[in-house]
């Protein structure tokens, strides 16, 4: 049977859009490996960088009294400062290196068996300067852990509230949200929260899922509360974070407590939040 003209010029067009297609679909796949290979390659960067700036802690006792820039060392209760001068703080020796390499370093945040394991910055001046800067101040889509400019460090506020990106890799606070498992809370109830002036061990007591809310808004907000002007204000918050903890935890804070927030991104809503709120029990 003859094909005719009409058919064989469909059958052309067919063919035509099948080639267009098939270009079309091969340049997604190659663009979105493209940027699957370099958000790959930013993270394992980003990742290496922090490693090595985990290797200037130093857990070693100070082999002289003084550090490389001349200040004095001393020993208090049994741990190593570096004596800072002019009304300031004295600072752990331990921290004295990365501190010397970034001023906004403010201390270190690790929990055993995840990817948490970083330093913290501070900058009050501009909280969110560390949002999509590594360390050393240069861009990074991951960030650096920080803390709200709003909390005081060194006299610490009732309530530290640290922020973290939720990376799809699982690095930063990518990981967070598996304590709305009771059995990953089981297993991960301690955070190790150091600051410049005090090294801490924290118990979780609660985690939840919540969001931005707007000026209007006047429920509960998790994320307002820095500081307790009254056992009731604390007492508040704790019994709030309780209510709406997404686990069972043993443990509960009372008035003269101190608090620790981690909160990143959820995507249950829009302006999502997951947050895990911890005690220091050291």
């Known amino acids: 049977m003859d094909i005719s003209n009409e058919e064989i010029k469909k059958k052309k067009k067919i063919n035509k859009l099948l080639d267009v297609l098939l270009v079309f679909f091969i340049v997604v796949f190659l663009v979105s490996g493209f940027f699957l290979a370099r958000y790959i390659y930013n993270v394992k960067k980003s990742e290496s960088a922090f490693a090595d700036v985990g290797k200037l802690i130093t857990d070693n006792a100070p082999d002289s009294d003084t550090t490389n820039s001349g200040k004095k060392i001393i020993e208090k209760d049994g741990k190593y400062y570096v004596e800072q001068g002019n009304g300031e703080d004295d600072i752990l020796f331990k921290y004295n290196e990365l501190y010397e390499k970034n001023h906004d370093f403010i201390g270190w ?9 970083y330093p913290v910055m501070y ?8 949002l999509r800067r590594d360390f050393d101040k240069n861009y990074s889509l991951a960030g650096t ?16 509230i640290i922020y973290g990106h939720h990376m799809k890799s699982g690095t930063m606070f990518g990981s967070l949200q598996k304590y709305e498992s009771q059995e ?5 109830k301690l955070i190790n929260f150091d600051t410049l002036y005090d090294e801490g061990v924290y118990e979780v007591i609660a985690a939840f ?3 931005i809310y707007d000026d209007n808004y006047t429920g509960f907000v998790v994320y ?8 009731e204000d604390f007492d508040y918050f704790v019994s709030n974070c309780k209510e709406q903890s997404a686990i069972n935890a043993s443990a509960t804070a009372s008035y003269g ?8 991104c959820a995507y249950h809503v829009d302006n999502g939040r997951f947050v895990v709120i911890a005690k220091k029990i050291n």
């Open 184 to 188: 990953y809370y089981e297993a991960h």
């Open 123 to 130: 900058t009050p001046q501009d909280d969110e300067f560390y």
């Open 257 to 264: 407590d101190k608090l620790i927030t981690l909160t990143t």
């Open 109 to 117: 945040i690790h929990i055993d068996d995840t990817p948490i394991d």
């Open 224 to 231: 307002d509360f820095t500081d307790a002007k009254t056992s």
């Open 145 to 160: 852990i920080f803390i709200d400019g709003r909390d005081k460090i060194a006299v610490p506020s009732d309530n530290i």
């Open 209 to 211: 899922k919540t969001q």
